[in-house]
């Protein structure tokens, strides 16, 4: 008898240590941590899928690891936000003429020229929260200081202004428009180069925790492939990445900006 209930306690435990591995390896095989969107012809680029909803948000931050391997003069985007009833950037981030670009409500922001080196990787974070008058940008955990280059001259109210219109179209490495419901990709937008570790939370991140969270999951987007269309680029491992699939968020340390 006694044999038999020790039999039964091991083949319980096994049972459940094979159950827990099997979820584990399907975390794993949905994750594409360690992965890049290796964006290298300017018409590559990923799309949120449309089942992944964005709420309207007060609160945000996006983080994303870019590896740029031209900078020119022509414009270029790294990721844009849209909805299709205000037909501007809701949110998004590009690069022009050696400067980072942040729209936010039909608005642009740009930083100082910038020397960042090709082929090697930043760490970029935006935060906002309706509170504040203006979006913080953060390179490799660094507070970047942005100008507003313009304002939209569409009308906005009240709401659009002080929250992220909810489930809208998110592309990666190219700009896009919405028409009749549908994605259309902006000639000539695109940027050449990386992205990986794209991730959205609803919530403004501080200071500290952009610099030393900057490998945690996201909550509202994930790096993961039930988040991302990816039949334009196929995904590709680069073990160049800060934050690989298995990173320790204790032990990462962020990049610094060679100027």
Known sequence: MIFLQIQLAVFVTLSLLRSQASVEERKTSLSLWGKVADLTTGLSHWKLKPEVFIPALQKLTVCLNVNLKVQGS?????FMYR???????ELGMGGKNGRLVVWLFGEEWTTQQLNLQLSRWYTLCLTWSHTRDRPALYINGSLINITAAYTNTRP?????????????????????TIHDGNINIIPYSGMLGKISLFRMWG????????????????????????NWDTVYCDPVCDTSLQCGEFALLQNVKPLFLVY
């Open 156 to 176: 906005v109210t009240q709401q659009q202004c002080c929250q992220l219109a909810p489930n809208g179209s998110l592309t990666l490495g190219v700009g896009h």
């Open 203 to 226: 919530t403004e991140r501080s200071e500290e925790e952009v610099t030393s969270l900057s490998c945690t999951e996201g909550d509202l987007v994930k790096w993961v492939w039930d």
């Open 74 to 78: 022509t414009p270029s985007t790294i």
């Open 83 to 89: 909805h299709p009833e205000v037909q501007y950037a």
